[in-house]
């Protein structure tokens, strides 16, 4: 009698979950960490013709926790961002209405890399939204969003969907 019992117990949730029978039991793992950022400098490699249209912007922002994180405790230094962009029209401290970007930023953050990209970034409404293109290590797959910090308020927030 307990042996049909069980057997009856183990078809019951092989046909009420289709997916367990399938083999299909992943979920997948959302995580949204906040970095300080701070930015290293930034190099203007200028294009042909003169003025800022087409130059290329490259800066580096040193990560570090907002609270325990990625095997880290709070303030903790956790990896680097390599941040770059081609300037389409004029910017300046005082304005960037107008003008847009096609920027890239690789993550580089203990277990792996999480590269953002797109192109035609408006740049005078910020916050600048990034969507998650490629990720590795850990975050192979990754999709997402990693929102870019400003100097009011200088945290990168990454909402990241793992496979």
């Known amino acids: 009698m307990a042996r049909r019992l069980v057997s ?3 078809l ?5 979950s289709p997916a367990v029978a399938a083999g299909k039991t992943h979920k997948a793992h959302t ?15 200028p294009h ?13 922002l040193l990560l570090s926790n907002t609270v325990p994180a990625l095997n880290h405790g709070r303030g903790a230094s956790v990896g680097s961002m ?12 005082e304005s960037c209405a107008g003008a847009t970007a096609d920027i890239v930023a ?3 953050i203990p277990g792996g890399t999480i590269i953002c990209a797109e192109n035609g970034v408006k740049l005078g409404r910020p ?11 850990a975050f192979k797959g990754a999709t997402g969003s990693v929102t870019i910090g400003a100097e009011s ?3 990168n927030t990454y909402h990241i969907t793992l496979p």
């Open 8 to 10: 009856l117990a183990a």
């Open 12 to 16: 019951v949730l092989l046909a009420a």
């Open 31 to 45: 995580l949204t960490l906040n970095l300080n950022i701070s930015q290293h400098g930034t190099v203007r490699t």
């Open 48 to 60: 042909p013709p003169d003025g800022d249209a087409g130059d290329v912007f490259t800066t580096t």
């Open 82 to 93: 390599l941040f770059q962009y081609v300037l389409h029209g004029k910017c300046s401290t």
């Open 106 to 108: 690789t993550s580089r």
């Open 127 to 137: 916050p600048i939204v990034l969507p998650i293109t490629k990720g590795t290590g």
């Open 153 to 155: 308020n200088p945290v």
